[in-house]
């Protein structure tokens, strides 16, 4: 059976700073959590809602994102965008376009703007540092960016521009698989850009895929383990879809309902986490966005690039499930939930940076 959770009295441990290791048990349960079936695995998700509600109530954070270039100097083996896919139409939006969206386009409820790109430090200098300088100064808008592992010097300038919360998946925090799919540079310096990130003050969101070719149950804890030894604010699951274009394009979709296991581990693990429900789960079930609000998601996220590049952007496949503010607002209301009035952003920088949660009988020594 496994343990419930998310009662304030099972969350009742802070530490502060990353954690060298976990005790057995804390690993134990997240194995137990990660395969449950049955009345297990509903009682799981009904744990994580509940964690989520006692945390921050029945707000969801809402923010736009912004897929600004297809550009990418990585080969992920998974993504439909690496530098090999020939096939694919590589864009840069026009600043102007960019400015266009954010002026005159930007639905009501987003608090937040993502700036998301293929690794390519060229959209980074050119676009999205001079686009943040202006809106920073104008808009109340949390900011936050999803660029790729840059030179630390492009950080700080971000920084200084006025982005405060930095996207940036482990993916998978196994080294060999990590090398093995190609994933951007080397663990080690992903890891590093991410401690890096924390030191210097952002909000920093990793996440990983789940479902990946091959991925065993150690491979999942493992990287569980390690998303929680560092100083996040949130973290993101995926689930892996086959992406056309790729060298996995024949590999299976994950499994929608261990990957709502995954969101609910994630939330019990971290209450404190900000954990969006991403559009790919829509793309295994059209219920998949919801059911991962009740499963402990807590951040929405509305596709403001304009219809005309969005299939370029092509993580998996063309026809992408794209979440418009409409059904954004019907996701948060089938789940029973409101959006919220604050960003990510400021809601996170109101925790202590570094602190994190373990349920008490399940803290490490
Ligand atoms: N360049 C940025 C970086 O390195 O962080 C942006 C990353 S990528 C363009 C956006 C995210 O899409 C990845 O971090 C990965 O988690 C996800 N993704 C790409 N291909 C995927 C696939 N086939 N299945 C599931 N998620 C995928």
């Known amino acids: 059976m496994i343990p419930a959770a998310g009662k304030s009295t099972d969350v009742s441990r802070e530490r502060g700073?990353?954690?060298?290791?976990?005790?057995?048990?804390?690993?134990?349960?997240?194995?137990?959590?990660?395969?449950a079936?049955?009345?297990a695995q509903v009682s799981?998700?009904?744990?994580?809602?509940?964690?989520?509600?006692?945390?921050?109530?029945?707000?969801?954070?809402v923010r736009g994102v912004i897929e600004v270039a297809n550009f990418c100097r990585q080969n992920c083996s998974y993504c439909g965008m690496r530098r090999e896919n020939g096939a694919l139409r590589r864009f840069r939006l026009a600043r102007e376009i960019i400015r266009r969206v954010i002026g005159e386009s930007l639905p009501p409820s987003v608090t937040d703007l993502n700036f998301q790109a293929g690794e390519d430090p060229v959209a980074l200098k050119e676009l999205v540092l001079p686009v943040i300088e202006e809106i920073a100064k104008?808009?109340?808008?949390?900011?936050s960016v999803c660029l790729g592992t840059v030179d630390h010097r492009l950080y700080d300038e971000l920084r200084q521009a006025g982005a405060r919360g930095y996207i940036i998946k482990l993916e998978t925090?196994?080294?060999?698989?990590?090398?093995?799919?190609?994933?951007?540079?080397?663990?080690?310096?992903?890891?590093?850009?991410?401690?890096?990130?924390?030191?210097?003050?952002?909000?920093?969101?990793?996440?990983?895929i789940h479902g990946l070719p091959n991925q065993t149950l150690d491979q999942l804890v493992g990287t569980l383990d390690l998303l929680r030894s560092l100083s996040l604010s949130g973290c993101s699951v995926s689930p892996f879809i086959p992406g056309e274009g790729t060298p996995l394009s024949s590999e299976k979709t994950a499994d929608l309902?261990?990957?709502?296991?995954?969101?609910?581990?994630?939330?019990?693990?971290?209450?404190?986490?900000?954990?969006?429900?991403?559009?790919?789960?829509?793309?295994?079930?059209?219920?998949?966005?919801?059911?991962?609000?009740?499963?402990?998601?807590?951040?929405?996220?509305?596709?403001?690039?304009p219809s005309e590049w969005r299939g370029d952007y092509q993580l998996y496949r063309r026809n992408r499930c794209i979440m418009t503010e409409e059904r954004i607002l019907q996701a948060i209301e089938q789940a029973g939930c409101q959006p919220s009035l604050e960003s990510w952003i400021a809601a996170s920088s109101s925790f202590p940076p570094s602190a994190s949660l373990v349920p008490a009988s399940r803290s490490s020594p």
Do not use: H, M
């Open 44 to 61: 799981l998700w009904a744990s994580a809602e509940t964690a989520r509600e006692e945390r921050f109530g029945k707000r969801i954070f």
């Open 37 to 39: 079936s049955g009345d």
């Open 173 to 208: 925090g196994d080294p060999e698989q990590y090398r093995l799919l190609q994933c951007p540079g080397t663990l080690e310096r992903r890891l590093e850009a991410i401690r890096y990130l924390v030191r210097t003050g952002w909000c920093v969101s990793s996440g990983l």
């Open 138 to 143: 104008e808009k109340r808008l949390g900011i």
């Open 257 to 305: 309902e261990q990957t709502l296991n995954v969101v609910a581990v994630l939330r019990l693990s971290s209450p404190r986490w900000v954990i969006p429900a991403v559009s790919a789960l829509n793309l295994c079930d059209s219920s998949g966005y919801v059911r991962a609000l009740r499963a402990g998601a807590n951040l929405a996220t509305i596709n403001l690039t």
């Open 17 to 35: 700073g990353e954690e060298e290791g976990f005790a057995p048990a804390e690993r134990d349960w997240r194995r137990s959590a990660l395969a």
